[in-house]
């Protein structure tokens, strides 16, 4: 595709479910990135993957959030046993390569609200 | 620990006039890249521009330019002859050499009036 596209678009679950984000980059970017944006503030890293592996998960916020890249392209972040705090935007970017050499193109993200 | 702090909440401005939107940052790196990122309301954040600090030339970008102060770690986006399609979200981000996760700061609101 053009760009970064993320399913679904928006996501209401209740409390204590489990739910998937996903996200496509664009093709041939080895780079992905998974953001959390809370209401009112600038996005917050959460994972970065280079190909198949994270290289960094760093910004994961528990053991309940997970993220994979099985084959080097989509990417689901999985969160189980949700929470009302887990509601934000997630937003997926990709880049070609390193983030420090080529932009990081963002999707438009998926608004998930935990009720 | 690197922050970016943006001080101003919201902006408005005129049609055809110009705007400066401010961001400060602190760091102990010497080797790092600044953005300014576009967030509309379809939520897609969009790049306007890159700054590499190594470089003493300021960024420009068409109607778009910073002012980058890198002994007072400042950052600042100047809009020139601003378009309603500038009204969004913006975001000031830094990245540290050799890292690859963005920290953004908490947002400046354009409006733009007719």
């Not at chain 1, 760009?3 to 204590?16: A, D, I, Y």
């Not at chain 1, 190909?51 to 189980?80: C, H, M, W, Y």
């Not at chain 1, 997630?90 to 999707?107: E, V």
């Not at chain 2, 990122?37 to 379809?42: A, G, L, N």
Request: proline share 4%; charged share 20%; net charge neutral.
């Amino acid at each position: 595709g053009a760009g970064v596209s993320q399913t679904p678009s928006n996501k209401v679950t209740e409390k204590g479910k489990y739910v998937e984000l996903r996200c496509d980059p664009i093709s041939g970017h080895t780079a992905l990135y998974w953001y959390r944006q809370s209401l009112g503030q600038g996005p917050e890293f959460l994972i970065y993957f280079q190909g198949t592996g994270a290289a960094d998960d760093s910004g994961l916020p528990n053991d309940r959030f997970f993220a994979v890249r099985p084959e080097g392209s989509v990417s689901t972040l999985k969160i189980q046993r949700t929470e009302r705090g887990d509601s934000a935007v997630y937003l997926c970017a990709s880049s070609l390569d390193r983030a420090s050499t080529d932009t990081q193109y963002f999707g438009p993200g998926t608004r998930l609200t935990v009720l | 620990a690197q922050t970016v702090t943006q001080s101003q909440p919201e902006m408005s401005v005129q049609e055809a006039e110009t705007v400066t939107l401010s961001c400060t940052y602190d760091t102990s790196e010497s080797d790092y890249y600044l953005f300014w990122y576009k967030q509309p309301p379809s939520r897609q954040m969009i790049l306007v521009i890159r700054q590499e600090a190594y470089k003493q030339q300021n960024a420009t970008e068409n109607r778009f330019s910073v002012n980058f102060q890198k002994a007072a770690k400042s950052f600042s986006l100047k809009i020139s002859d601003s378009q309603l399609g500038d009204a969004a979200m913006y975001f000031c981000a830094y990245l540290a050499d050799g890292t690859d996760k963005l920290i953004f700061g908490t947002g400046t609101r354009l409006q733009v009036f007719p």
